[in-house]
């Protein structure tokens, strides 16, 4: 032994390594290759798929690397033809039982299961037999499950259960019967699922996807008598460039706005704009309320995952909700009001698109509350399946702007895409509403990074205003249960998404941590190369106001900006 | 599927399921021993009583569901007065149980799972009933009866539906 090391040998070669690993663990930090399927690091690690088999020559076993502790002096052998054999197998034995519909599924290229059957390089079909027959579940505007492309990883359940808290779906059944479901075999439409589609980014197969409204969206841009209008997302323009090739992190929102137009859309907006405005509406709405003693803690309320998890698991917290709509829906109910007049557009002819990162933006979009605000919702991985079949090549695209009026926003717009982010825009505005002072220190650090949940207090006059920011539903129930039993904070964001909307269940695959901190890195880069940093400094949300709403929280503003919500309970 | 489902039968018995209840308040870890206990009092575990276990419990309606829909033991409906349990397992199956099974399916209309409409019979396939020196086996209420064959089966089964037995 060498200090708290053990030694082992993988492939004859010596390592020394931390006793608390598993095998896949020092056999990855020995750039060694094992190949997994339902391997989940912190999530999922069940030893399902049999997939990460590796020889134990100690014992002469086979054994699962994702669940086999390292012990002093063990021999590993990982590329035996054994090993590869029986991997093999086992990959044939799930391909058994798996719809393959590969030409047509939505999964296709993003597919691991196909990725896997050729990198263990499988070339027939050898297991013909009875397949698990289920029903689709198309019950959602946002996600659609077919459990016979299912191979029971298990991943969707835990990220479900371990990272979101919301334990929708569950095996039910057994054998041959067992299926991912939800209780009593009911579609999602009727569960606690809150839309958010943290599952489809870990799903292996297709079985668990986005639903696609692109053919819908073709077919507005195609019909003459239609103006079509699409708003984009603050954390689509860090994540799209990945699904063309470009490294994690790359700003593309030029790019991005010159393949929206090369589309077809007849004008190209920014979900930012309609953040900034989002910030004057909430945070007059936290001032209001920290004034005149109304509900506190105000809760966020642009997640529309989080949303629903309030309305179903804390519905007794409603009222904490902020009224404000998401920016989302502000920027539908914002053009078909303030734009279509401005324009002279018959709001019927008006079409509404959104990118987002987001699965749960396209069931919010049909919520009766503020339905035919918002037309189609695509997900960034939608929009770049859109540009593909389009079939020109976005890299090379020269950067374009967004067009006025809704487009302009100010960098405190743009770090909505990431946890802490709307806090601190709030933050910055906030402070100087109160204070009538200028805020000097723009950057609070204290609410950004990935930490589940951030606590921080600030003092902005005579008010020492105490916030916490959660990201990722668990880490949302962690702070709803600090609050039952007692905890004070007079302003929470929540995100239902780990990280925020940058890690959001529409973006593209595959969304590793490393990922996510390449584009949180990217928006706030975004956010301190922009000449407004705060939303109230931004020209066009002054014009709004001047032109429009008058004032934030007036009556016209309560009309439009503002929604209501429903107890669900479980 | 035939199944008789007397609507809220089992609400009659809200005091003693709250009685089992309250001991396990909160505890989802013994989800599956107050599962025993709420089907030995009640018989069955429908839908709703499902998720007033699981509220109590505080879990959610799917891992009770998930747990019920595993293990044959529990079942989501109401279970014939005569419950008859047919082994499977390899010596029975050897001797020729399926065939049993596709007999009791096709006299009295039901598949395994399934009750008749009139509440008298509930058919359940189980995996060894430890007296494979008897196979094949069939259990009735608990009653064990061996070295069947098709028609002997039918007339012991019959013999409870009369009362003789």
């Excluded at chain 1, 030694?7 to 931390?18: A, L």
């Excluded at chain 1, 067009?403 to 302009?408: P, Y």
């Amino acid at each position: 032994m060498n200090g708290d090391k053990v030694t082992i040998w993988i492939n004859d070669d010596e390592y020394s390594v931390d006793p608390e690993m598993t095998v896949l663990e020092a056999a990855q930090e020995a750039g060694k290759d094992i190949p997994t399927l339902c391997y989940l690091k912190d999530i999922n690690e069940i030893g399902a798929c049999r997939l990460c088999l590796v020889e134990i020559e100690n014992t002469g076993k086979l054994a699962a690397s994702c669940i086999t502790p390292v012990s002093d002096g063990m021999k590993i052998k990982t590329n035996t033809s054994r090993v590869r054999n029986t991997r093999k197998l086992n990959l044939e034995f799930l391909l058994s039982n798996h719809k393959i519909d590969c030409p047509t599924c939505l999964k296709n290229e993003d597919c691991e299961l196909r990725k896997i059957a050729e990198k263990l390089k499988v070339r027939e079909n050898r297991f013909e037999g009875k397949k698990s027959s289920f029903a689709v579940d198309d019950s959602t505007p946002s996600l659609f499950r077919d459990s016979e492309k299912c191979i029971l990883c298990r991943r969707c359940e835990n990220v479900c259960r371990e990272v979101q808290s919301v334990r929708a779906i569950m095996a039910e059944g057994r054998g041959f019967d067992t299926v991912i479901d939800t209780a009593f075999y009911d579609n999602l439409a009727e569960s606690p699922c809150v839309m958010c589609g943290q599952c489809s980014l870990v799903c292996p197969t297709g079985a668990i996807t986005e639903v696609e409204y692109i053919d819908e969206v073709w077919a507005a841009i195609a019909d003459p008598d239609k103006h079509v209008v699409v708003q984009t997302a603050p954390a689509v323009r860090v994540a799209l460039s990945e699904a063309f090739g470009n490294k994690p992190g790359t700003i593309f929102t030029g790019q991005m706005v010159a393949a929206l137009r090369k589309l077809g859309f007849d004008r190209v907006f920014d979900t930012n704009f309609t953040a900034d405005l989002t910030i004057m509406e909430e945070g007059t709405e936290l001032i209001k309320r920290i004034k005149d003693g109304g509900k506190l803690p105000l809760f966020t309320s642009c997640s529309p995952g989080w949303i629903k998890f309030i309305e179903h698991y804390y519905p007794e917290y409603l009222d904490n909700l902020s009224s404000c709509k998401s920016p989302q829906q502000m920027f539908g109910a914002v053009a078909n009001s303030y734009y279509a007049e401005k324009e002279n557009i018959n709001p019927e002819n008006l079409v509404v698109v959104s990118i987002m990162p987001c699965t749960a933006k396209k069931y919010e979009a049909q919520r009766p509350e503020m339905e035919g605000e918002v037309d189609y919702v695509l997900t960034t991985r939608e929009l770049a399946r859109m540009i593909n079949e389009a079939g020109f090549n976005a890299n090379e695209l020269k950067e374009e702007e967004h067009d006025q009026l809704l487009g302009v926003s100010s960098g405190a717009g743009a770090i909505f895409g990431s946890t802490g982010g709307v806090m601190e825009a709030a933050l910055r505005t906030a402070y100087e509403i109160i204070t009538g002072e200028e805020l000097k220190q723009l950057d609070f650090t204290e609410v950004r990074g990935f930490d589940g949940i951030k606590k921080t207090s600030v003092q902005i006059g005579d008010l020492n205003l105490k916030v916490a920011v959660a990201n990722g539903l668990s880490n949302a129930r962690k702070i709803m249960e600090m609050i039952k039993e007692g905890e004070e904070f007079h302003f929470v964001e929540f995100m239902a998404c780990p990280g925020g909307c940058l890690g959001g269940g529409g973006q593209p695959l595959p969304a590793t941590e490393d990922v996510l901190k390449r584009r949180m890195d990217a928006i706030y880069e975004i956010d301190s190369s922009k000449k407004y940093r705060k939303s109230h400094e931004n020209p066009y949300i002054k014009k709004i106001y001047e032109e429009y709403f008058e004032e934030p929280g007036s009556h016209k503003a309560h009309e439009l900006l503002h929604t209501t919500y429903i107890y669900r309970g479980i | 599927m035939k199944v008789v489902e007397k609507k809220n039968e089992w609400q009659e018995k809200t005091e003693e399921i709250d009685n089992i209840l309250k001991n396990y308040k909160d505890d989802s870890s013994s989800l599956i021993e107050v599962l025993h206990k709420v089907q030995n009092l009640v018989g069955y575990l429908p839908k709703e009583l499902q998720k007033k276990v699981a509220n109590s419990l505080n879990t959610v309606p799917g891992d009770v569901s998930s747990v019920i829909s595993f293990y044959s033991h529990f079942s989501e409906f109401p279970k014939g007065e005569y419950q008859i349990a047919i082994c499977k397992g390899t010596a029975c199956y050897v001797k020729g149980s399926q065939k049993i099974i596709e007999k009791i399916e096709d006299k009295y209309g039901i598949s395994a799972g399934e009750s008749t409409e009139d509440g008298k019979l509930s058919l359940e396939v189980v995996r060894c009933l430890g007296a494979c020196g008897l196979a094949p086996v069939m259990t009735i209420n608990g009653r064990a009866h061996g070295l069947l064959n098709p028609e002997k089966a039918v007339g012991i089964i019959e013999k409870y539906l009369n009362g003789e037995m």
